[in-house]
């Protein structure tokens, strides 16, 4: 008996474009279903403040076609189709890309005195269009945004076969880098300053304070400073704060601490952030301790006022825990969640209210970004520079976090142009290494001419596996952690080698470490029984980055 086949079922919900080929293949669209019965896209409740989206514009002005299949495929993603992408990123396709995109082609339209079909998307509508953001009066960085929005949907479009697409070759459909070095030009936010965060954290503090009275009234405004605390003690971006679930606290094994969980739609992936329960003095977080109220005391505070609009709020934001009921006109008494916009608004107001100014005198800008990279540099500061331990605290990995939240400020600038005169002078005077002798090691006597160094001209030794018999290597207490993180490095080797190749190279380090190094800097009084332990554990569990298996993945280099 032979095998059923089995038919695919076509969902047919699922947008689709209504056409036909001509004569010479290309793509036309029936005239009886342009425009459509509703020319209005709904995005749905979403991270930014557009709902809908209404292409009626664009129909009738001599580029039916085009807009039809932008439309069309607009209300594909939002069906799922092609890619998964969140409702969000479709109304910046449409608000930022396609609202121009379309606003040039019916300029186009008009100054060629003709319709412009499907046929018409090619390489020098695209140059033409690049031309027409250039005269926006806009940043290019702006411009490269407008136009990454609309090539999204008509490479789908292109993919789909609705419209010319030329992947390569000096016709191809969209050009290889419209915008060159535009990354360099894009400034992202900086931290706050240590004068600007404390004044900050002390009008927070004052304006956080009604919402510990029993008679409160729960307004967008109070929330919204609310959740500005947990921005800034926490770390945390803005929609996973603003999308808050009320069970997002959970418990952590560690007495005294919860865990507040918020889920990241870029990522799919929950992050996790550990928060000190009550404590005596009731501080707040470790990294700011200015601010007295207690993170996770604050959330069970919000979502205790938000219980009794839970039943009311509708079915999308049940679960949100920043829940207030609306005073605007257009929906008094309707209950509502902070937005975006909301904190914007609250972040201005608290600003002109408390006199809040920067350096120069200008009144401070706040936002999320800004209150994360606080959090990231203060993190930093607190642990003495250390990369890992500030991006496990973001939830990214150190190279995100050292690229893209501790970029320097003013002092650092300052600090590393006084170090390079530093640098000059000694290599004028041919000192150098004698202001810092660090190694991932310990210390080096003579990195350039030790007993193992290469000794060749300006090469710098880095035949670490041979410190420990180098005459020149020396160690101190405050270079246990290193020495211990490469000890426990080495160990590692044993399972990713043979037995008796480790026994050969490898086995005589740990010795080394323990019998001599350790052993005989106890003896001495040199090092201190609990800081050894101390180091070994921390290197045990969080090693030194330089001797972590994502930095080197062999020690043989080494060698």
């Not at 609202?99 to 186009?108: D, I, K, Q």
């Not at 509502?336 to 909301?342: D, F, I, L, P």
């Not at 607190?382 to 990214?396: C, K, M, R, S």
């Not at 300006?458 to 160690?475: D, E």
Request: charged content about 25%.
């Amino acid at each position: 008996m032979g095998k059923r086949k089995t038919f695919a079922k076509t969902d047919l919900s699922i947008p689709c474009v209504e056409h036909s080929h001509d004569t010479a293949g290309n793509v036309a669209i029936l005239p009886d279903v342009i425009p459509p019965e509703t020319t209005k896209v709904e995005f749905g409740r979403n991270a930014t403040s557009s709902r809908r989206f209404d292409f009626a514009r664009w129909y009738g002005a001599g580029i039916d076609p085009i807009t039809y299949v932008c439309q069309r495929q607009i209300e594909r993603f939002l069906a799922g189709q092609e890619s998964q992408v969140r409702e969000s990123t479709v109304a910046s396709y449409c608000k930022d890309g396609l609202r121009n995109f379309l606003e040039y082609c019916m300029l186009r339209a008009k100054a060629f005195g003709r319709n412009l079909a499907l046929g018409d998307v090619s390489r020098e509508l695209i140059d033409g269009y690049l031309l027409h953001l250039a005269g926006l009066g806009v940043a290019s960085t702006t411009q490269k945004s407008i136009y990454t929005h609309t090539k999204s949907v008509l490479i789908a479009l292109g993919q789909r076969g609705l419209i010319p697409l030329i992947t390569y070759g000096d016709t191809a459909t969209f050009p290889c880098n419209p915008f060159p070095n535009n990354s360099h030009k894009y400034t992202g936010e900086t931290a706050l300053t240590k004068r600007e965060r404390n004044a900050f954290t002390v009008a927070l503090r004052q304006a956080v304070q009604p919402i510990w009275t029993d008679d409160v009234l729960v307004t967008g405004q109070l929330l919204a400073i609310a959740l500005l605390v947990v921005a800034l003690h926490t770390g945390r971006n803005t929609t996973p704060l603003l999308e808050m679930a009320r069970d997002c606290l959970h418990q952590h094994p560690k007495d005294n601490t919860m865990f507040l969980v918020l889920w990241k739609r870029r990522g799919y992936n929950s992050s996790k952030v550990a928060l000190r329960g009550e404590s005596d003095v009731e501080r707040l977080v470790e990294s700011t301790p200015s601010v007295r109220t207690n993170v996770e005391r604050l959330i069970r505070r919000v979502i205790a006022l938000t219980e009794p609009l839970v039943a009311e709020a509708p079915s999308d934001l049940k679960g949100r825990v920043w829940l207030y009921r609306s005073r605007a006109q257009k929906k008094p008494g309707q209950i509502t969640a902070v937005s975006n916009e909301t904190l914007l608004q609250a972040a201005v107001k608290l600003v002109a209210e408390y006199g809040l100014t920067d350096s120069d005198g200008n009144p401070l800008r706040i936002n999320i970004s800004r209150l994360r990279k606080t959090f990231a540099n203060r993190i930093f500061e607190l642990t003495d520079g250390d990369l890992t331990i500030t991006a496990a605290a973001l939830g990214n990995t150190p190279q995100v976090a050292g690229q893209n939240y501790l970029a320097p400020d003013k002092n650092a600038r300052r600090n590393w142009r006084f170090m390079g005169e530093v640098l000059v002078q000694e290599l004028l005077t041919r000192t150098i290494g004698e202001t810092y002798k660090d190694t991932p090691m310990g210390r080096c006597a003579d990195p350039e001419n030790g007993q193992y160094a290469p000794k060749r001209e300006h090469a710098i030794c880095m035949n670490f596996l041979n410190c420990l018999r180098c005459k020149h290597y020396a160690v101190t207490a405050d270079d246990l952690y290193k020495l211990f993180s490469f000890y426990f490095r080495v160990l590692a080797e044993r399972s990713r080698m043979d037995k008796r190749r480790w026994e050969r190279e490898y086995a005589h380090i740990p010795r080394l470490i323990d019998r001599y190094i350790i052993a005989e800097g106890l003896r001495r009084g040199i090092f201190k029984a609990a800081a050894v332990e101390a180091a070994r554990e921390r290197a045990r569990h969080q090693p030194h980055p330089f001797w972590s298996m994502d930095l080197i993945s062999s020690l043989e280099i080494f060698a």
